[in-house]
């Protein structure tokens, strides 16, 4: 038998496979568990910060933040940097302008993390 291995990506597979009623089960045992405490509190790093090269593209600067805020996870930032990267390739926005903007989603969403792990 292949046992798998425990992770939360795991748990996101099993998830996926039930249906409604089960996947609310699971919610509430979850919810059940977390309500007794004992919880475990992530260290979040400090952000790798790395100075901005010159002339850097728009998608080295995605890929030098996703580096810098590794702990960010990309999905909190996904739809506003797309959405930036659209405005710099199809608008003809600046692109000095778009990496500014796009550093300040990184940090929002740093913070964000800090926050939420008091």
């Known amino acids: 038998m292949n046992k798998k291995i425990k992770t939360a990506k795991y748990l996101i597979e099993l998830f996926e496979v ?21 919880l475990i509190s992530k260290e979040i790093g400090e952000p790798a910060h790395a100075p901005r090269p010159e002339n850097e593209t728009v998608v080295g600067a995605i890929k030098r ?13 996904f739809s506003d940097a797309s959405s930036l990267m659209t405005e710099h390739m199809v608008k003809g926005r600046d692109s000095t302008e ?5 550093e300040g ?8 993390l800090l926050k939420d792990n008091l």
Not at 26 to 36: G, I, K, M, T, V
Not at 98 to 102: F, K, P, Q, R, T
Not at 105 to 112: G, H, K, R, V
């Open 18 to 38: 039930l249906d409604e009623e089960r996947q609310n089960s699971l919610f509430d045992f979850a919810e059940y568990l977390h309500s007794r405490g004992d």
């Open 65 to 77: 933040l996703k580096s810098t805020y590794y702990m960010v996870g990309s999905m909190e930032v």
């Open 98 to 102: 778009v990496i500014n903007e796009m």
């Open 105 to 112: 989603l990184f940090e929002t969403a740093y913070q964000i």
